[in-house]
Structure formats: C-alpha cells, structure tokens
C-alpha cells in the first residue's frame, strides 16, 4: 500500500499539469480565434486588372476571379511594336464589409521588367470608389466596387525589344474594431502575384548593325516603363 501511494500522487501530479496546459492552450486558441474573426469582417471577393489593348475598349482580366474574363495571370498579351499600344488602365476590387470594419481605399500594384531581369519594384495607382453593390453576407454590412478604368499607364513605355513580364496585386486598406485599428487586404495570388508576358519587337527593316560606341543612342530605351 505504503508503494502504490506515491505512485498514485505522481500520476494526480502529472495529470494536474497536463490539464494546467490544455487550459492554457485553449486560452490561446480561443484568443486566436477571436482576434482572426475580429479582423475578417471585410475583405476583397473579386478582383481585376483592366487593359486597353492597340486602341481597343477596355478588357477586365481576372485577377482573384473566376468569371468568363480572360485570366491575367499567365496570359500573353501579344507581340508589340512602335506602332502599338499596350495600356493598363486601371483595377478593380469588389469588397464586402460587416459592422465594425471599414474599406478606406485600394490600389493597383505593378511592374514591367525583361523575363531576365531581376523584378524592380513595385509601382502604384489609386482605385477609386465607385458604388455601393446588393449581396452583403452579414446584417447591417455592405458590398462595393471600387473601380479607377482610366489610369492611361504606358507599358510600352521605353521598352528595348524583347520579352517581359506585367505583374500586378491590388489591395484595400481597412480599419476594424470601428475605427481603433487599422489593416490591409491583399489579392496577391498568395504573394505569388498575378504575372502575364509580353514581346516587344524593332520595327526596324534596315539589316542589324553591330553596335559601337559611336552609333549608341544612350537612353533611347530602358527595361522598364
């Protein structure tokens, strides 16, 4: 009897530990839970990239969507030259928000650079809001479009001749716990980004020249827009 006593306290021990850290460990997954659906109350549900291609209308591309668009990521934009016009005009972000959050502005992130090159950094154009939209999927919140399809940015823009890369993302910037922090959404593919390729070609007939310091025209174009 005097040998099972000791052995029966390790064991009420143990367990007393072992129950110490369940609680503590759900404590902080109920902790985590709160805090994630305290900041998942508005988001971006769809989102696209708008084109302007040789003068054509403006073409949605899907970005984080899924309709009858074309899809942007992994699209080829075609071949250009001098005479063309390759044009991003614009995104937009479809967003919902419930009770307490709020979607205060978006934007479109890109950058051009040669399938070679090391990406430079990103630059960026505001989309603007456009309209309140039905649908919202909480009591009291609200569905929009916030939607810029004029933002006129030249891709072709001093490019040299040869193969590139458009990457886009666009986000919306948003406050929760009504108003008392402040955060952002991302439709980034993942962090991946949403990528399509496109050529650029010399219009040039005259037979290639081998360049020498004298026939250089230094800055004539670049790698990027």
Same mark, same amino acid.
């Given at each position: ?6 052995? =029966? ?9 072992? $129950?110490?850290l369940?609680?503590? /460990?759900?404590?902080?997954?109920? +902790? ?9 109350? &508005?988001?971006?549900?769809?989102s ?11 073409? +949605?591309?899907? /970005?984080?969507?899924? !309709?009858?668009?074309?899809? +942007? ?7 250009f030259?001098?005479s ?30 040669? $399938?070679?090159?090391?990406?430079? &950094?990103?630059? &960026? !154009?505001g ?17 929009? =479009? ?9 891709? /072709? ?12 993302? !666009?986000?919306?910037?948003? &406050? ?22 496109? !050529? ?26």
């Open positions: 009897m005097k040998t099972i006593l000791p052995e =029966i306290k390790r064991i009420t021990k143990s367990f007393l530990k072992q $129950t110490k369940f609680r503590l /460990l759900m404590m902080f997954f109920v +902790f985590i839970v709160v805090n994630v659906t305290i900041q998942a109350q &508005s988001g971006i549900y769809e696209y990239a708008i084109l302007k291609i040789n003068g054509g209308v403006n073409t +949605f591309y899907d /970005l984080q969507a899924s !309709t009858g668009n074309p899809d +942007f990521n992994g699209a080829n934009l075609g071949t030259n001098s063309n016009t390759l044009i991003l005009n614009g995104a937009q972000n479809k967003t919902f928000k419930c009770l307490g959050d709020n979607i205060t502005q978006c934007f479109l992130f890109y950058r051009v650079y040669k $399938t070679t090159d090391v990406p430079p &950094s990103f630059s &960026s !154009t989309v603007s809001f456009n309209s309140n939209i039905p649908g919202a999927i909480c009591s009291g919140g609200q569905n929009q =479009i916030w939607e810029s399809t004029g933002s006129n940015i030249n891709v /072709l823009n001093g490019l040299c001749p040869g193969n590139y890369y458009l990457e886009v993302y !666009t986000n919306a910037d948003y &406050s929760y716990n009504y108003g008392s922090n402040y955060d952002t959404h991302y439709a980034n593919n993942g962090s991946a980004n949403y990528t399509a390729t496109f !050529t650029v070609v010399d219009t040039d007939t005259v037979a290639p020249v081998t360049p020498t310091l004298a026939n250089v025209n230094v800055g004539q174009c670049s790698g990027t827009p």
